[in-house]
């Protein structure tokens, strides 16, 4: 089996960069997926407190009996929880449903709510042992500026925001070089929108390798030291998605696709009805 390679956090933890993300797949499917890809090969999966399926995640886990230290679980707070108690007790509810003594990390999800506070009690788990590396997810180049620059003892080891060849963030990730954070990308695939799987240019530069677009698109991930964490629901496709440690893509390949950014999001964190939206979900 490929032997995922891993980027090494500012604390030393090693993560892998290719991971199993379980946003949208249900409750009820989720234990099965997640024990395909673990058949596939992977060892670090991506969930949420607000995916509702960290209970099917650990089960998954449990059942295939694969060593903890083997694995690399991460989960993340919900804005209703991004307060200092709140996070706190939402790592335990995590811990619980997932079965397990530690996560690998844990992100605040979104830019809202106490996110100071929030951090406060991360912090105090991060050196309790409690969680191994802990981080933000879509944060702006701006928000993390502050983050980083503002009351926070420890800065966050890892940003996880939307990236894929139609908005690709070279701004975000140049502040996340400059401030030592390792950039993770979610939605590779642009959730499938935008005709991605039968793009010119990437079905092109797919054609040339012998493999398929999906396998490009991560393989362009991995080349940016970029951690990827694709989702699927089928286990041929979640093999086709680890499938990608025997090629690499030349710097022509790169460039190709660098061409694609439209900075085509599919949310918008600025947008008031989208944070009202968020602030309105309940779990
Ligand atoms: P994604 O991975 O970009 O795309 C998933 C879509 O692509 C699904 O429709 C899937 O269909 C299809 N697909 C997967 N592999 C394929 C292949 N090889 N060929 C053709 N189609 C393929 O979308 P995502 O799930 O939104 O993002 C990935 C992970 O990022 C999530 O699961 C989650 O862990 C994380 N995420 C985080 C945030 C955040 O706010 N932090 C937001 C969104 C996502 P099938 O399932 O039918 O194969």
């Not at 670090?44 to 690399?72: M, Q």
């Amino acid at each position: 089996m490929a032997k995922v390679p891993t980027v090494k956090l500012r604390n030393g933890v090693e993560m892998p960069q290719l991971g199993f993300g379980v946003f949208q797949i249900p409750a009820d499917q989720t234990e099965q997926c997640v024990t395909d890809a673990l058949k596939a090969g992977y060892r670090h999966i991506d969930t949420a407190v607000s995916y509702g399926n960290e209970a099917a995640v650990g089960s998954a886990i449990k059942k295939s009996g694969i060593p903890r230290a083997e694995l690399f679980i991460t989960s993340k707070v919900w804005i209703a929880d991004a307060t200092y108690e709140g996070a706190k007790k939402s790592l335990q509810n995590s811990l619980d449903r997932l079965q397990l003594d530690y996560l690998d990390l844990y992100l605040l999800h979104q830019p809202y709510n106490d996110i100071f506070g929030a951090w406060r009690g991360l912090e105090e788990l991060n050196e309790a042992g409690k969680i191994r590396a802990i981080g933000v997810s879509n944060f702006n180049a701006a928000w993390l500026a502050n983050f980083v620059l503002g009351d926070t003892k420890t800065k966050p080891m890892v940003n996880q925001i939307e990236i894929h060849p139609f908005n690709q963030q070279p701004e975000a990730i140049e502040i996340m070089k400059e401030y030592g954070i390792q950039p993770e990308g979610w939605a590779p695939f642009a959730e499938g929108r935008h005709s991605i799987f039968t793009n010119e240019t990437l079905t092109a530069v797919a054609k040339s390798h012998g493999k398929t677009v999906g396998q490009v698109i991560l393989r362009w991930n991995i080349q940016r030291g970029i951690v990827a964490i694709p989702k699927s629901v089928r286990p041929e496709r979640i093999a086709e998605n680890f499938d990608i440690f025997d090629f690499e893509l030349t710097p022509d390949d790169m460039d190709k696709i660098a061409t694609l950014d439209q900075k085509l999001a599919t949310v918008n964190h600025d947008d008031p009805a989208f944070v009202k939206y968020l602030y309105g979900r309940t779990l």
